[in-house]
């Protein structure tokens, strides 16, 4: 199984970006996917999250307007749209995949966002 994160770099405060997971190796549409992000010197948060089909989302308070998650089973990715981005965005932003019933998971290696002022 892997997890391909894609779409970081840096980007000005109020830009915009938007990232990529590709997954390869499981059965893509058995698996709830979501985004995390890890700040230096801080716990990691769940960011967003969708569920296997596609139809539940839900976004942690901070990025609440801010940013979509989405997917598309038929390509096998996952993707987050991050509008309005502030520096406190700047983290390692890395996707998961919870298989929606075993509840097996598995993690991409990241990819990172820096906001800058």
């Known amino acids: 199984v892997q997890l391909v994160e894609s779409g970081g770099g840096l980007v000005q405060a109020g830009g915009s970006l938007r990232l990529s997971c590709a997954a390869s190796?499981?059965?893509?549409?058995?698996?709830?996917m979501s985004w995390h992000r890890q700040a230096p010197g801080k716990e990691r948060e769940l960011v967003a999250s969708?569920?296997?089909?596609?139809?539940?989302?839900n976004y942690a308070d901070s990025v609440k307007g801010r940013f979509t998650v989405s997917r598309d089973n038929v390509k096998k990715s996952v993707y987050l749209h991050m509008n309005s981005l502030k520096t406190e965005d700047t983290a390692v932003y890395s996707c998961?995949?919870?298989?929606?019933?075993?509840?097996?998971?598995?993690w991409g290696q990241g990819t990172q966002v820096t906001v800058s002022s």
């Open positions: 998961n995949a919870k298989h929606f019933f075993r509840r097996t998971e598995y």
């Open positions: 190796g499981l059965t893509f549409s058995s698996y709830d």
């Open positions: 969708i569920d296997n089909r596609g139809g539940s989302t």
